[in-house]
């Protein structure tokens, strides 16, 4: 069974029952106790708070929907950020999403429910765009379908901020490879018009019935989407009118500048089309057979012969040969008559060392083959490879255009044989031939706990952690076990579990109560009182009481014997006089009118409170009746 279920949150979140596990987070349905609210909680993995780069991408999701209010974006009540615990807490959506209702009718929909989705899923992401926030992994799967009609956007995972500095043309090409815009799948930077691509694949899906690019592997549809014309809209859906066919094949251009340059401005020609759905737009879609840039070149780019080598060293040696050529041979003669030596030595000496110069550029030009100044090779442009299988890596041109070289590396978030980490990044544009270093997951690793107990706890978390996996330790009084030595672990001895899960550590530690038990004093003189009690770590008050018993005996004693008391705190010693005394009643305060007015006050030794009524009556602090001085009687 799951932990967190059954567990309160922030002490107000019950998580009732797990509904989703995804990658990096588990998602649970649960209510809010103050409110009475269902919600939905994402809870990052446990076995991901070391992870750098998960906790980053959590906290952007918490980050980017905590500020977004809108009716079509999943509300977000809280977020918790610590070291031991991440999670979001959201309004919980009952519904399924517009994959799973594409599915479901079995092909195309009615271009009124295809409006209708768009309309708010652009108003969504209208709303995102104008925080700074870009979704970048707009698709049917992130879109939930309410049964009322309306959207719920979610997953905002790896959205990021358009504002921020930090971005980079090296930020991962990540988002569904079925929807994603050309300039992910290259590793370019992207901004709010690349959500605009997503929705116009999203509307050729819905009209149509078909995605627009499609192939066996991630590897093949990327470059589709790079260099490849979707088939015209008027050929797989002849019925949707021509307007809408119009929207959806500008939004997906391939050159971001030529699409809508905003959610707002791709909604306003929506709007349009309702008011007038036999509208046209001035936007001509060019076919596959006329796109210039419909081949793979766009992606390898077979680069033009230059000079050949032999004729730019030819030309540089030519300039480098030229030796004052506007001199007269009149002037030379002159020259040569004026010094006593002659100059035909040096030009000797240098044309020797200039051919011998030349030679050995020659031989390194054409015996290095990694040479990329004169290199004829076509230039390469990495996509991202990230997410993708080995196999379809091998199935690809790429394999043919780059030398592959292979790691391997146990992963727990991407299953066996697929692609964690690449070099060269995607975006970065190499020579036809040059090595490619691709990391690929070897799945999860497993490891048997081994036993522990007994062992000195910091040999122990170092022996767990040479095998990979994270350790934390928890102190637990045991007497059986010597202090700082292990008692147990969790998951215990024996049990075999993922290679970088937690194990717990329940390390014996002694344990220093801060609390005694007070000793009985009563009887004894003063300076022994004082003496037990101190001992014991407690500070002492005395109250002196007329009494036949000897100077400095202790009468009575605060708290009583017996009673366990916080170290340091006062004990209340009421000590004899030595003098008898008969305690003078105190006169009853009255009124005016001479009646007794109701009053309370202490006893003269402090151990006990009084409280006189009207009539006269008297009783203590244990309601019983008394004295003055709070006797009973």
Known sequence: MD???????????????????????????????????????????????????????????????????????VKVYDVSVTDKLQYIVMEYVDGITLKEYLKQRGGALTWKETVHFATQI????????????????????????????????????????????????SDKAIGSVHYISPEQAKGDRTDARTDIYSVGVMLYEMLSGRLPFDGDGAVSIAIMQISDKAKPLAQVAPNVPEGLRQITEKAMEKDP???????????????????????????????????????????????????????????????????????????????????????????????????????ILVYLIFTNSSNLLFSNRADVTIINFVGMTLDEYRASDYNTLLKLQEAEEYNSTYPAGTIIRQNPKAGRTVKEGQKITLTVSLGTQYVTIPETKNMVAEDAEKTLKDMGLNVLQKPMQDNTVANGAVIYTSPAAGETVEGDSTVILYVSRAVISNTNYVPSVTGKTLDDAKNDLKVLNFSVRTIEQASDQPAGTVLNQYPEAGTEARVSSIITLVVSTGVPETPAETPAPTTSDGTVQESWWWSSDGSHQIHQFPDGSMVNENGVACDAQGNPI
């Open 122 to 169: 652009l108003g969504a992401l209208q709303h995102a765009h104008s925080k700074g926030i870009i979704h970048r992994d707009v698709k049917p799967q992130n879109i939930m379908l309410l049964a009322d009609g309306s959207i719920k956007m979610m997953d905002f995972g790896i959205a990021r901020f358009s504002r921020a500095q930090s971005q980079t043309v």
């Open 257 to 359: 500048a030529k699409r809508y340059q905003s959610a707002q401005e791709m909604l306003e020609a929506i709007e349009a089309f309702k008011r007038n759905p036999s509208a046209r737009f001035a936007y001509e879609y060019r076919n596959t057979q006329d796109n210039p840039e419909k081949n793979i070149n766009r992606v390898v780019n077979n680069v033009k012969s230059h000079n050949k080598a032999g004729n730019i060293r030819t030309g540089e040696a030519r300039r480098a040969g030229t030796s004052n050529p506007g001199r007269s041979k009149s002037s030379r003669k002159a020259r040569k008559e004026k010094k006593p030596f002659s100059v035909l030595p040096i030009f000797f000496g240098m044309a020797v060392a200039f051919v011998i110069g030349a030679a």
């Open 3 to 73: 932990n967190l279920i059954g567990k309160r949150l922030d002490g107000r979140y019950l998580i009732q029952s797990l509904v989703g596990v995804g990658g990096m987070a588990n998602v649970y349905r649960g209510v809010d106790e103050r409110t009475g609210n269902a919600i939905a909680v994402k809870v990052l993995k446990e076995e991901f708070l070391d992870n750098e780069e998960l906790v980053r991408r959590f906290k952007n999701e918490s980050k980017a929907i905590s500020i977004l209010d809108h009716p079509n974006i």
